[in-house]
């Protein structure tokens, strides 16, 4: 398996600007993390889906930001209109439950709004 | 919700020497306790985990202790090695209604050569 797969790897957009981080989970996972990670805040959960339905949207900093999971294989974070302030590595996770709880990260997208 | 607090947030030591590193939970449903390591521009990877039935678990040169009671778990490395180098979470879960992971803020550990 190829593992957790994110993209676009790096981002780099203007204020105001939309912008839409993909994930693609490891294949057989029933659940999907999203995270956003900074130097000052760490490494924050901002929503997870079990089996491609919303389960805990509570980290979701604001209504900027949007999720979906449209099936078992791809998962979009979007975020409309970006701000300078959502400049961040954002990792996408995956897990396979049924009392596994390990969390496999992707790559990780850097995300530079100017 | 839960609130994990991790010390020391930076940690240097001789290789060879031991590391420690500290966690406190808030909720006590919380029922899983992983730790992960990061390296400098790479993804965490889980290094160990322990369950609330568990008091301790080793894995070679690691271990993490439980303490249900006070609401903290550590993580111990043993002859640390320069390779050991890296940022390491803690992070607490629980499994009931739901599968939540809320991660401690990091604690980055130089280990000397």
């Known amino acids: 398996d190829a593992g957790v797969i994110q993209s676009p790897r790096h981002e780099v957009t203007e204020m105001g600007q939309e912008v839409t981080l993909r994930c693609k989970p490891i294949?057989?996972?029933?659940?999907l993390f999203w995270y956003r990670q900074t130097m000052m805040r760490g490494l924050e959960l901002l929503i997870y889906?079990?089996?491609?339905?919303?389960?805990?949207d509570s980290g979701m900093p604001e209504d900027r930001f949007s999720a979906k999971m449209p099936n078992a294989s791809f998962s979009t974070l979007k975020i409309q209109p970006s701000e300078p302030r959502d400049s961040a590595v954002y990792f996408c996770?995956?897990?396979?439950?049924?009392?596994?709880?390990?969390?496999?990260f992707g790559p990780g997208t850097r995300l530079t709004v100017t | 919700g839960e609130n994990v607090e991790q010390h020391p947030s930076t940690l240097s030591v001789q290789e060879g020497d031991s590391a420690v590193i500290k966690c406190t939970y808030s909720?006590?449903?919380?029922?899983?306790f992983p730790w992960y390591k990061q390296e400098l521009g790479k993804r965490p990877q889980l290094i160990i985990d322990i369950r609330s039935n568990v008091g301790e678990k080793k894995d070679q040169r690691i271990a993490v202790t439980l303490n249900k009671t006070a609401k903290h778990f550590s993580l111990h490395i043993t002859e640390t090695q320069p390779e050991d180098s890296a940022v390491y979470f803690c992070?607490?879960?629980?499994?009931?209604?739901?599968?939540?992971?809320?991660f401690g803020a990091g604690t980055r550990l130089f280990v000397k050569a």
């Open positions: 294949s057989g996972h029933d659940y």
């Open positions: 992070a607490a879960g629980e499994n009931t209604g739901g599968f939540k992971t809320i």
């Open positions: 909720d006590s449903a919380s029922n899983y």
């Open positions: 889906f079990n089996n491609n339905v919303p389960i805990d």
């Open positions: 996770a995956s897990s396979l439950g049924q009392s596994t709880y390990e969390q496999y």
